[in-house]
């Protein structure tokens, strides 16, 4: 089915360590990002791409990395993992040619202990 | 600072009455505004948008209206079912410059219609 995959679902770090989040789409969508979701806090943008080899920071930004080597993968690396990052992680995708409506995965649900 | 705001945490109606959800922006430069609506376990999934060249969209049982001026937008769903039980996420963007394609979103609405 076309559409953002997000693996993997559910996940427990221990604080320290690093874990990378997948994230694909087949829409052939030049634009992709990541949020993270935390209670009362809405969604918050870590990092987007505007294309292939184009990244940027968003509000969230510390303590991870991105890196956009294809237009349909765009993983998140966490590099030390830290109990504040615990969260709900979405990946998100659209065209650039129409309206402002990315579509978004179903989520990995995080835990560091 | 809370750039995209929504000041009511949840929202309780009728069915078949009317559910407004509302949003205010703080940001001059957001130009675009959208709409999303979530359930639990599950991603968010586009509802409707606005550009600021309108005041009003519609899109069936769905109507945005913006207040340029009061920096506000709001969602009028008419008539309310119980499938519209979800988390309402108002979000907006600026087409200019290096924001463009960054969303910035409210912190959510949880609307429940009771049967």
């Known amino acids: 089915n076309a559409g953002v995959t997000q693996t993997p679902k559910f996940q427990v770090l221990k604080t320290g360590q690093s874990m990378t989040l997948q994230c694909a789409q087949d829409m052939n969508h030049e634009y992709m990002s990541w949020y993270r979701q935390d209670p009362g806090m809405g969604l918050r943008l870590i990092h987007y791409?505007?294309?292939?080899?184009?990244?940027d920071q968003g509000e969230v930004p510390n303590g991870y990395n991105v890196s956009r080597s294809t237009t349909e993968d765009f993983p998140l690396r966490l590099l030390s993992a830290a109990p504040s990052q615990t969260s709900v992680y979405f990946c998100a995708s659209r065209t650039s040619a129409a309206s402002y409506g990315y579509t978004f995965g179903s989520g990995t649900r995080l835990t560091v202990v | 600072d809370q750039q995209v705001k929504q000041n009511s945490p949840s929202l309780s109606v009728q069915e078949g009455r009317i559910s407004i959800l509302n949003c205010d922006y703080t940001n001059s430069m957001f130009d675009y505004f959208l709409w999303y609506k979530k359930y639990p376990a599950e991603g968010p999934t586009f509802l409707i948008s606005?550009?600021?060249?309108?005041d009003k969209n519609e899109d069936g049982r769905f109507t945005v209206f913006l207040n340029k001026s009061a920096k506000h937008l709001s969602l009028h769903i008419v008539p309310s079912q119980p499938g519209d039980s979800a988390v309402y996420f108002c979000?907006?963007?600026?087409?200019?410059?290096?924001?463009?394609?960054?969303?910035?979103f409210g912190q959510g609405t949880i609307l429940t219609v009771h049967p």
């Open positions: 791409s505007v294309g292939a080899g184009i990244t």
């Open positions: 979000a907006a963007s600026s087409t200019g410059g290096t924001s463009y394609g960054k969303l910035t």
């Open positions: 606005i550009s600021s060249i309108k």
